[in-house]
């Protein structure tokens, strides 16, 4: 299995800072990367894929980039409504796999 | 507008079976793959299993194969997961998901609600 490793873990931020998240994946997995967002309670939200495309609606200060085992989710300028957990995820091989997240907290 | 509502959750005793269900809305059912993917409570998330747009490919994780089955009704627009043998470590809340792939897994664009599966005596 493609094992994919996010960074940090947790994250205590500022509204308006600028987020940076991590994933690494154990093998190449070309662009074949997608990010979701989780806030508690609630189902994943599909925010980028193919490691830069943003889905329709995502608002543009999330950005995604990247490609083989190196990927980063940026958050331009944080919003109170972005703070959740963020995933990475590959599809370049099956089983599908998720990052562990990335949980956002505000200072 | 896309839903998807999963149903057929709830406790369950080890080695028992349940049958969960994921009915869908708002787009052509049979156009899409779907997936079952679980989250632990507190935890992160696993892929389970994804069926392609016309039921004909099926796929699971190792640790389902075997105990889990997939399947879908494009008369119903409903996605099935028939989970055997039921284990502690099963525990968790099953979401379903649209694929926007309509056949090899991909990315998950559209969730349900989820609905949780308890294993415990």
């Known amino acids: 299995d493609i094992q994919m490793t996010q960074s940090p873990s947790s994250l205590s931020t500022s509204v308006g800072d600028r987020v940076t998240i991590t994933c690494q994946a154990s093998q190449d997995i070309g662009n074949h990367l997608n990010w979701y967002q989780q806030k508690p309670g609630k189902a994943p939200k599909f925010l980028i894929y193919d490691a830069s495309n943003l889905e329709t609606g995502v608002p543009s200060r999330f950005s995604g980039s990247g490609s083989g085992t190196d990927f980063t989710f940026t958050i331009s300028s944080l919003q109170p409504e972005d703070i959740a957990t963020y995933y990475c995820q590959q599809y370049d091989n099956l089983p599908i796999t998720f990052g562990q997240g990335t949980r956002l907290e505000i200072k | 507008e896309v839903q998807l509502l999963e149903s057929g959750g709830g406790l369950v005793q080890p080695g028992g079976s349940l049958r969960l269900s994921c009915t869908a809305s708002?787009?052509?059912?049979?156009?899409?793959?779907m997936s079952w993917v679980r989250q632990t409570p507190g935890k992160g998330l696993e892929w389970v299993s994804a069926i392609s747009g016309n039921g004909g490919s099926t796929y699971y994780a190792d640790s389902v194969k075997g105990r889990f089955t997939i399947s879908r009704d494009k008369s119903k627009n409903t996605l099935y997961l028939q989970i055997n043998s039921l284990r502690a470590e099963d525990t968790a809340v099953y979401f379903c998901a649209r694929d926007y792939s309509n056949n090899w897994p991909r990315g998950l664009d559209y969730w349900g609600q989820g609905t949780l599966v308890t294993v415990s005596s």
């Open positions: 708002g787009f052509t059912f049979s156009s899409y793959a």
